[in-house]
């Protein structure tokens, strides 16, 4: 099968139990409570969504991807700018104080994010039986 088929097969499978939405729906739901650009809060209640993405004018160099803090008031142009139709931006489901997303820095895990590019539906099944009948 190839993988064009596979992916629809995929995505006509999980339509059936799940609504498809778009990625800034998505990602502003899940990070509610970042920052306001030059907002600096002591308290950590502001913990910061943080986006990895390739940026063209990097080609060539040692340099592989970027990072992204994604404000609150700035969330809307940088999703457009940034994440929305590049193929190479990586987005965990967690969020960090402050301004780096490094592991000392990791405050509060949102999401847990599953890529499902080239998983089969047959695949996706045999996800769901393990998880379901793990003891």
Same mark, same amino acid.
């Given at each position: 099968?190839?993988?064009?088929? =596979?992916?629809? +097969?995929? $995505? ?25 650009? !030059?907002?600096?809060?002591?308290? @950590? ?8 993405? /390739?940026?063209?004018?990097? +080609? !060539? =160099?040692?340099?592989?991807?970027? /990072?992204?803090? &994604? %404000? #609150?008031?700035?969330?809307? +142009?940088?999703?457009? +700018? *940034? ?9 965990? !489901?967690?969020? @960090?104080? !402050? ?9 509060? &895990?949102?999401? %847990?994010?599953?890529?499902?590019? =080239? $998983?089969? $539906?047959?695949?996706? #099944?045999? *996800?769901?039986?393990? $998880?379901? @009948?793990?003891?």
């Amino acid at each position: 099968m190839d993988y064009i088929n =596979s992916y629809n +097969e995929l $995505v006509k499978y999980l339509s059936k139990d799940y609504k498809e939405i778009e990625g800034q729906e998505f990602y502003s739901e899940l990070f509610p409570d970042n920052q306001n650009q !030059g907002e600096y809060s002591n308290d @950590y209640s502001k913990p910061n969504a943080i986006y990895l993405y /390739r940026d063209q004018k990097d +080609e !060539g =160099s040692k340099r592989k991807l970027r /990072r992204r803090i &994604m %404000l #609150n008031d700035t969330w809307e +142009e940088d999703y457009k +700018e *940034f994440v929305k139709d590049n193929p190479m931006t990586l987005c965990s !489901g967690l969020t @960090y104080r !402050g301004l780096s997303n490094k592991l000392v820095h990791a405050q509060s &895990m949102n999401a %847990l994010i599953f890529d499902l590019d =080239s $998983v089969t $539906v047959k695949e996706l #099944n045999y *996800f769901y039986e393990e $998880v379901r @009948y793990r003891p």
